[in-house]
């Protein structure tokens, strides 16, 4: 696994709860207009807190791949 994951928050399921941008500002914000959260930026470096907030997500809206094999980091492949 590399050390930056592609981070994407799908706008059908977001629900506007913020919790993403509460929890971790610099990797999630509220995009304006629609009140859904989304990542800052299409690649984000790796780590727990990344991690924590796709897993608290009410309706699982945030999925994490590896950056560089595509592979499922969140919600993991079964």
């Not at 509460?22 to 989304?38: M, V």
């Amino acid at each position: 696994m590399t050390e930056y994951w592609r981070v994407k928050v799908d706008p059908r399921m977001c629900v506007r709860t913020g919790l993403c941008a509460a929890s971790a500002p610099q990797e999630f914000q509220l995009d304006e207009r629609t009140g859904q959260g989304r990542a800052t930026a299409e690649v984000l470096s790796a780590s727990e807190e990344v991690l924590e907030v796709a897993e608290s997500c009410p309706i699982e809206a945030i999925s994490i791949t590896d950056a560089e094999s595509g592979k499922a980091v969140f919600p993991p492949d079964d």
